[in-house]
T-cell receptor, first 112, second 111 residues
Framework: DTEVTQTPKHLVMGMTNKKSLKCEQH?????MYWYKQKAKKPPELMFV???????INESVPSRFSPECPNSSLLNLHLHALQPEDSALYLC???????????FGSGTQLSVL | GNSVTQMEGPVTLSEEAFLTINCTYT??????LFWYVQYPGEGLQLLLK?????DKGSNKGFEATYRKETTSFHLEKGSVQVSDSAVYFC??????????FGKGTRLSVIA
């Protein structure tokens, strides 16, 4: 299994909603990442988990809250988002930090 | 600081044309270099990589050579197909730093 699986594929939420994005990999990778990608832009790193501990937070607003329940799962909890947070959210994993990344297909998020 | 510069798109080619997408980088130390491809509605897929000077990465007919003297990693393909239409990202990382992406180059191949 060489896949990173993200759910849902699409999400529409209001500014007062709480929702979660989920990411799963079964490659035994110990580093997992959240990226945000706006249209026609490269991905921007948000968070990195290494061995289930948060290693990097790229000054992301607190309305985004990551969680790594175990070595295979990564969640991104969303609360009180703004319309400008609408983007494609990509999860990635690597064997260890800074090795080559395997990306999921992303969740296309629209905040109304 | 660390950065990647790649040619602005979009690039439009006819099927079977030769493709070059230029990429240069600035980095501390000896970075690993990557090309990722993003097809419409998808995440990024690793296309090829090179980890040291003069290494050539290749995959699916695409090639790129790690040129330390010119700090470049240009992507080439001899004969593009319609199915190669996608956005191509050059990227690097140096030791203990996260991946740095270029801005991406959109390629459209027409039949």
């Amino acid at each position: 299994d060489t896949e990173v699986t993200q759910t849902p594929k699409h999400l529409v939420m209001g500014m007062t909603n709480k929702k979660s994005l989920k990411c799963e990999q079964h490659m035994g990778h110990r580093a997992m990442y959240w990226y945000k990608q706006k249209a026609k832009k490269p991905p921007e790193l948000m968070f990195v988990y290494s061995y289930e501990k948060l290693s990097i937070n790229e000054s992301v607003p607190s309305r985004f809250s990551p969680e790594c329940p175990n070595s295979s799962l990564l969640n991104l909890h969303l609360h009180a988002l703004q319309p400008e947070d609408s983007a494609l959210y990509l999860c990635a994993s690597s064997q260890v930090m800074y090795e080559k990344l395997f990306f999921g297909s992303g969740t296309q998020l629209s905040v109304l | 600081g660390n950065s990647v510069t790649q040619m602005e798109g979009p690039v439009t080619l006819s099927e079977e044309a030769f493709l070059t997408i230029n990429c240069t980088y600035t980095a501390t130390g000896y970075p690993s270099l990557f090309w990722y491809v993003q097809y419409p509605g998808e995440g990024l897929q690793l296309l090829l990589k090179a980890t040291k000077a003069d290494d050539k990465g290749s995959n699916k007919g695409f090639e790129a050579t790690y040129r330390k003297e010119t700090t470049s990693f240009h992507l080439e393909k001899g004969s593009v197909q319609v199915s190669d239409s996608a956005v191509y990202f050059c990227a690097h990382n140096s030791g203990n730093t996260p991946l740095v992406f270029g801005k991406g180059t959109r390629l459209s191949v027409i039949a």
